[in-house]
Every structure is written in structure tokens, then in C-alpha cells.
């Protein structure tokens, strides 16, 4: 009898393991969507579509990638849906924003944190900018940092929304500096406050990077700093990091973008995606579309991930301490 | 004129391809409910990768001014309006398509669109670099009174009684409250995760318009004379034309304010169609037709939301602003060809730009003359026997409320309000006043939060809100907008005594 019990026991381990190696041998079998937690047409939303692009070519994965909106509260409403009502199948991906979903989670009222998700691989980084109208009075950043000193609370800064990493950004100006801004989360993302910014409703703002480079290229505004740890020597290598600048700031507010599954995926579904993934993000065409759109690459592997999420959540955990 | 100089950009054989099937695509596209504007050009720019920046710009251009338009479709022969844009097309369409005139619905319809999409693309021709300077006048505190006096309309929009109307706003309103707030993150009235996301306002316009119709017409029964359908005469197409040549009226105020509201950034389409619509009753001497199927209120809205396409690209060509969301995935579009809406659009690729704009100009006269061919047999919808009817705008519904986001959530939140619909107009209340409710909240909360923000780092929220002239021009606007209601209320009161008196 009890030999009975162990060969069942062996034979049904060693169906189940068949069956996953199958699943992992057939899968992708059909396509891949992406929960993306931003509108169509913004960054996240735009560069998510060109690095899954060739998703569906033979030596990539050779299903396509779909790409679905989930927006909402600054991309609460997506991860939330994604942690909750997502199938842990590896059919469902979505795409991760850091620091804000870490921040958000840290500040709670959100059903998920780092440990809900699995990362993938990383597609790009995108440091926060400190931007003004082109007529401002403000030329550089000590400038703008020095009139914040002196009328407390009175400089506007534009940014995407709370807990992002525009608002990372300000949180670490303001303690690294010791002045008061006034931080005005816009509805709308990052292109509602870059509108902000170049009409003049605020007298400053933090945007993105890649969509700082277009609005100076296009006249209408002018870059004080980077919020990074080395100047951008490919699209703004003339602008100071706020290092440089004299304030300690560090890369904490940088937005990674990547995509993650799941937690409860099948680890050889994990495994097959974190192999494939930052291939397809390497691929030629992927580049050159992403360098045309000013959007700055920064491929990094699961484990380079895990270790960066890791250091996040302490960073922002010791920032978001006093709030 | 330098835009005469790039037609041949248009008429090169794959660019003209691209806008003949980005015409008829959008327009199946836009007929199909669930699938907005923003949607269907999303959809679309995979296919731009693989073409050349003029060539995908021409795709995305023409997709997007015939979804606008194909939303007529689905609103006039279902009632289900595709896009917040057709709300009010579906008002006076709906009805006239009832009474067997589908076929001159469809017509007027493309026809207003056809020329209220031209002057539109004109005036971004011509008017752009006035324009993108007023588009930038617009900050938090006028975009709230804008909201605020759109607003002030809702108690006169399609509604016998004045105080249903406002009613009907205000449950809109609140429904707009619901999930977390965009600016600050709040969460509200979520009890169910389905909610979380807020209401989806194309999920809800579906809903509200589709489901208490379908509803009515199970409640109807297999009696034979509701499975005998209705007659479909033969509309000529001539006779469309002189009618629309007679519109002046209605065409011209639903160009004009189509073309204001789809300039300002935030507001965009939305409520184009709807603002149009209302005031089109105002000005005209047959107020009580409305709503019953004539054809004024059509045309007004119409020519509304295909004027407003034009200039709501005014900000995002000259100024790199997105002014709706349909104009951000535009953005996307272009940028992934490395080109850089702005000055850099305009001085270093003219060709890609007015190729683009001049393809629109195009692209208009293609959408009324592909509209105008699908109008003849798609108006014999009408003739399906209404149990086949309603089971069709069921799975419709269903589908299109599905799609907008791979979301069940979306499909529970459509049946309930379609079901609390059907009761409510039970009752002599109507849902388009609701869902400009449900759109106008968000635009006044965001935007009044933001402004006090701002105001309070500034001189604080009564100079902010109260001072400056557009701020002033918009709450005259406000109070008279209000005032006239209430007047026009009371005299259709003592009217409807002195009838009863002389009776």
C-alpha cells in the first residue's frame, strides 16, 4: 500500500512537472497583452507599443503583444487591476513605472507593493527635468532655488500627478535645498503639466526628460537641471545635474519603465520571458525607433531589476518617512 | 497658401490608398460601438511603423476625422452613440431614423460633417499660429468656469421639464465622482473593485443610451404590430443637399462653437456636439421640435464635432500640446517617426505637415461620399422586426462596453446605469443631460483643484478664480446663461396658464 502511495506520488509530481515543461515548451501560444496603467498617447503608452513591437517575429516570441489602457489616479487603477484581477498565466503583462508604483504603495490605499509583481526586464529610463516657460525669469536652477528661499512656498511646480516620480523629484529639491515649492499634481499625466509649464499658468515644472528635450526643441521652454546622478550626453549634455548644481539630489526619481507579471506566474514562464524579453528590447528596429522619439533606453536584465526595485523601496521609504 | 503646393503629396497612389482605407476603416470603425476616436487611432499606429511618416500621418488623419464622423451611424440607427462626441446626434437622429427618415438622418448627417470638417481643417490652415496663442489662454481657473457653464446648460438639454434636467445633471455629476480623485488620489464611493477606475464614460454612454432602448422594446412583446417594421422611403440625394443648403442656421452655429470648444485644450469634443446642439434650440424659432426628430439639432451637432477635429490639432502641431487624447496618440504617431510636433514640424518636414493637413481636407470629402453610399442600405436597419432589433443592440452593447478596456467591471457598471436609466425615463428624465453631467464633473473638479493649488501659492483662490477678463467674460457668461433659463422657464410656465385659461 505504501509503495502504492509513492509511486502515485512520484507518477502525479512527475505529471505535473511534464505538464509544465509542456506549458513552458508551448507557450506563448497566443498573444500577449500589456496592462498599460497610463492613457494612449502617453510616454509610458507610446514606448510600451515600439519596444513590443516585434513581439511577434519567429526568433522573439513569436506571438504578438497587444497593448491595453488601464488609466486612472496617476496608474493606481491599473496595477490595482493587475494585482487583483489578472491572471497569473503569463497572457497578461503589465507595464511598471518606477518609482511610482513602489511610491504609491508605500503610501497605501492601493492593493498592491513590490512583492505582488514579478519583474521581467527593463526597457528605459527616463530622469525627471526641472523646466521652465522660455520667457521665465528663471535662467538657472540656483536662480529658481534662491527665489523659493525667499518667498517660501510661492514657486508652482507642475508635475504629473502624486507619489510619481515628478513628485519624488520636488520632494528630494525641496529637502535637499531646504526651500518651499508648492507642488501642483495636474490631471492629465506629463503632458497636462508640460501645458502648464509653457502657457504659464505655474512659473515652473518637473516633466520627463524625453518630453523636455521635444518642448525645447519646439522653443517653448528652457531645462535648468537634471535630476540624475550624470548629465544626459545624448539628448541634453549641455544641462547640469542638480548635483552639479550644488543640491543633493541623487537618481531616486528617475522612471524606469519595464514589465512585470504577475506574482504566481509559472517560474518557467518567468524563466522563458526574462530570457526572451530583453532580446526583443535590444532589437534593431526597437532602437532606432526609440532613439527618432527622443525616449532614452536603458535595457536591464530580471535580476538587474530585482536588485533596483529593492533599492527603491528603501530609498523612497526613508523620503516618504516624514510625509 | 503654402498648403496648395503639397496636394500632390495626397494624390501620390499608396498615400491616396491609405486615405481612401483609412477613410472607409475609420468609418466602420467609428460605426462600431465601444471603439471612440482615440481607440481606433491607437489601434492604427502599429501599422504606421512600417510606412513612411507622411504615408502614417495620412492613415491616422483620416481615421480620425471618419470615426467622428461613422459614430453618426450607430447613433442615429441604434441609438447608441459610438463616442461622447455623437451624444447629441443621437437625440434627433434616433428619433427621425423611428420615423422612417434614417436615410435623410444619415445624409445630413455626413453632409454637416463634410462641411463643418472643412472649415475646421481651414481654419487650422489658416488661423493656426492666432490660434495656438488663445488655445494657451486657457488655464485651470477658465477651464472650470467652461465646465461651469456647460453646467449651466444642462437643465434646457432635451428635457420637457426644466427641473428633471437639472436632476438628471446632478446624478451625473455625482456618478463623475466616483473612484479616485485624478488630482489627489482620494478614493470614493468604491465598494466594488469594478468601480475603482471610475466610470468608463464610453461604457456608461452605451449603457445609458442603448440599454433602456432594448429594454423597451422586450417590454413591448411579439405582438404583430411591433414585428411589422417601419417603411424606409427612398431619399434623394439631391433633396438632402438643398435641405442642408437651407441649415444655414443650424450649420453655422454648430461650426462655430464645434470649432471654439475643440480648440480649447481639456475640453476638447466631448461636449462639442452637445454645447452645439443646445444652442441651436436656443436660436430657433421650433424649440419644441427638438427631440422629436428635427433634423436642426442633427446638423447643429454634427457639424459640431467634425469642425472641432480641425482646430483641436491647432496646440498639438504648433505647440507639441496635446488638446485631447486623441490628439496624444496622434503625438505618439508622430514622434516614433522622430518628428517633433512644433516649430520643427513646420520649418524642417513642411511636406509631412501639410501633406497631413491637406489629406484631412481630403479625407472630408471622401468620408460624406462614402457616408452618403453606406446610407442607402444601412438605413434599412430600421426595417429589421424589433425583437431582432433589440437582441442585436444587446450584443452590441455588450461587446462594445467589453472592449473599451478587456474589462467585466466596465460591463456591470453599463448594465446598471442602463437599467437605472430605464427607470428614470420612466419617469421624464432623459440621460443626456446626465452624461454631460458624468463629462463636465471631472473637467470642474480637476481643474478647480489644480487652480487652488496654484492660487494658493499665488494671491489666493478669489483673485485667482475671480479676477482677470476671460475669467470675468466666462461668468457673465455663467449668470446669463443661468438667468435666461430660469426666464425662459417661467414664460413657458405662464404660457402653458394662459392656455389652460383660454381652453
Known amino acids: 500500500m505504501n509503495r502504492f502511495i509513492k509511486t502515485l506520488a512520484v507518477g502525479v509530481t512527475a505529471a505535473a512537472l511534464s505538464a509544465g515543461a509542456t506549458f513552458a515548451a508551448d507557450y506563448p501560444d497566443r498573444p500577449i497583452g500589456v496592462a498599460v496603467s497610463y492613457g494612449a ?84 529610463a527616463d530622469p525627471a527635468v526641472v523646466v521652465v516657460g522660455k520667457d521665465s525669469q528663471f535662467n538657472t536652477i540656483n536662480e529658481m532655488v534662491d527665489y523659493a528661499k525667499e518667498n517660501p512656498g510661492k514657486v508652482t511646480l507642475s508635475g504629473a500627478g502624486l507619489f510619481v516620480g515628478h513628485h519624488i523629484a520636488a520632494l528630494q529639491i525641496e529637502k535637499a535645498t531646504g526651500a518651499k515649492f508648492a507642488y501642483i499634481p495636474t490631471k492629465g499625466g506629463g503632458a497636462a503639466a508640460m501645458k502648464a509649464v509653457i502657457a504659464g499658468d505655474v512659473l515652473g515644472g518637473i516633466n ?38 550644488g543640491y543633493d539630489v541623487d537618481n531616486a526619481s528617475v522612471n524606469f519603465r519595464g514589465l512585470m507579471v504577475k506574482k504566481g506566474t509559472p517560474q518557467a514562464v518567468i524563466d522563458k520571458l526574462a530570457a526572451k524579453v530583453p532580446e526583443m528590447f535590444a532589437h534593431a528596429r526597437v532602437a532606432k525607433r526609440m532613439k527618432a522619439g527622443g525616449s532614452p533606453m536603458k535595457i536591464m536584465s530580471r535580476t538587474e531589476v530585482q536588485a533596483m526595485w529593492a533599492k527603491r523601496q528603501e530609498t523612497l521609504k526613508e523620503l516618504l518617512a516624514g510625509l | 497658401m503654402e498648403f496648395l503646393s503639397y496636394f500632390g503629396g495626397v494624390f501620390e497612389p499608396t498615400a491616396f490608398l491609405l486615405l481612401l482605407g483609412g477613410t472607409i476603416g475609420g468609418l466602420i470603425l467609428g460605426a462600431t460601438p465601444g471603439l471612440s476616436p482615440t481607440m481606433a487611432v491607437a489601434l492604427l499606429i502599429p501599422f504606421t511603423f512600417h510606412l513612411s511618416p507622411t504615408q502614417g ?67 487650422l490652415i489658416f488661423l493656426t499660429p492666432v490660434l495656438a496663442q488663445w488655445a494657451l489662454a486657457f488655464g485651470p481657473s477658465h477651464l ?119 480648440l480649447i485644450p481639456g475640453v476638447g469634443g466631448q461636449i462639442a456636439g452637445l454645447v452645439a446642439y443646445d444652442q441651436a434650440k436656443k436660436f430657433s424659432p421650433d424649440k419644441e421640435k427638438f427631440g422629436t426628430g428635427h433634423p436642426e439639432g442633427l446638423i447643429a451637432a454634427e457639424s459640431a464635432n467634425n469642425a472641432m477635429v480641425g482646430p483641436s490639432l491647432v496646440p498639438l502641431l504648433t505647440l507639441s500640446i496635446p488638446g485631447s487624447p486623441t ?73 462594445g462596453a467589453y472592449s473599451v ?6 460591463v456591470y457598471v453599463m448594465l446598471s446605469l442602463g437599467v437605472g436609466m430605464f427607470f428614470l425615463e420612466k419617469f421624464g428624465f432623459s440621460a443626456a443631460p446626465l452624461v454631460l453631467g458624468l463629462i463636465l464633473g471631472p473637467i470642474a473638479e480637476s481643474n478647480f483643484t489644480t487652480g487652488s493649488l496654484i492660487a494658493n501659492a499665488q494671491d489666493g483662490p478669489i483673485i485667482y478664480f475671480m479676477t482677470g477678463t476671460l475669467n470675468l467674460f466666462l461668468i457673465v457668461l455663467v449668470v446669463a446663461s ?18 389652460r385659461a383660454t381652453s
Open chain 2, 482 to 499: 443661468i438667468g435666461y433659463s430660469f426666464w425662459s422657464n417661467m414664460m413657458h410656465g405662464k404660457m402653458a396658464k394662459a392656455e
Open chain 2, 405 to 410: 478596456q478587456q474589462s467585466m467591471g466596465d
Open chain 1, 41 to 124: 498617447g502617453g510616454a509610458t503608452d507610446f514606448q510600451a507599443r515600439i519596444v513590443t513591437m516585434v513581439a511577434g517575429n519567429e526568433d522573439v516570441l513569436g506571438q504578438p503583444i497587444y497593448i491595453v489602457n488601464k488609466p486612472g489616479a496617476g496608474g493606481r487603477v491599473g496595477w490595482n487591476w493587475f494585482a487583483t484581477e489578472a491572471e497569473a498565466d503569463g497572457y497578461t503583462m503589465s507595464a511598471y513605472n518606477i518609482p511610482h508604483f513602489i511610491a504609491q504603495s508605500i503610501k497605501g490605499g492601493v492593493s498592491y507593493s513590490a512583492d505582488s509583481f514579478e519583474p521581467i526586464a527593463n526597457w528605459g
Open chain 2, 327 to 399: 490628439a496624444a496618440v496622434l503625438l505618439g504617431g508622430l514622434i516614433i517617426h522622430g518628428i517633433f510636433p512644433g516649430s520643427d514640424l513646420f520649418d524642417n518636414h513642411p511636406q509631412v505637415a501639410w501633406t497631413f493637413i491637406n489629406s484631412m481636407l481630403i479625407g472630408q470629402i471622401l468620408m460624406v461620399i462614402f457616408g452618403i453610399y453606406t446610407a442607402s442600405w444601412a438605413a434599412h436597419i430600421a426595417r429589421a422586426p424589433v425583437p431582432i432589433m433589440a437582441a442585436a443592440v444587446m450584443v452590441l452593447a455588450l461587446f
Open chain 2, 57 to 123: 500621418l495620412i492613415l491616422l488623419g483620416a481615421a480620425y476625422t471618419s470615426t467622428v464622423a461613422g459614430g453618426a451611424v450607430s447613433a442615429i440607427l441604434l441609438k447608441i452613440p459610438g463616442a461622447p462626441a455623437n451624444i447629441a446626434t443621437a437625440l434627433d437622429g434616433n428619433a427621425m431614423a423611428k420615423n422612417g427618415e434614417g436615410a435623410r438622418a444619415l445624409h445630413l448627417s455626413f453632409l454637416s460633417s463634410g462641411i463643418g470638417g472643412v472649415i475646421g481643417v481651414l481654419l
Open chain 1, 208 to 245: 520627463n526628460l524625453s518630453d523636455a528635450f521635444r518642448a525645447q526643441q519646439a522653443g517653448n521652454v528652457k531645462i535648468l537641471g537634471v535630476a540624475d546622478i550624470e548629465r544626459n550626453t545624448e539628448f541634453l549634455p549641455d544641462v547640469p545635474t542638480l548635483k552639479e548644481a
Open chain 2, 144 to 262: 472650470f468656469w467652461m465646465a461651469i457653464l456647460g453646467v449651466t446648460v444642462i437643465g434646457s438639454l432635451d428635457s420637457r421639464s426644466f427641473v428633471k434636467g437639472l436632476l438628471s445633471g446632478c446624478i451625473g455629476l455625482w456618478l463623475s465622482m466616483i473612484g479616485f480623485d485624478d488630482n489627489l488620489g482620494a478614493q470614493r464611493f468604491i465598494f466594488t473593485d469594478s468601480l475603482a477606475g471610475g466610470i468608463n464614460i464610453i461604457a456608461a454612454l452605451i449603457g445609458l443610451f442603448a440599454i433602456p432602448q432594448v429594454l423597451d422594446m422586450f417590454s413591448k412583446g411579439r405582438n404583430s404590430s411591433v414585428i411589422e417594421a417601419i417603411e424606409v422611403p427612398k431619399q434623394a440625394f439631391m433633396e438632402s443637399l438643398r435641405e442642408i443648403m437651407r441649415s444655414g442656421r443650424s450649420l453655422s452655429i454648430g461650426t462655430i462653437f464645434g470649432s471654439i470648444i475643440g
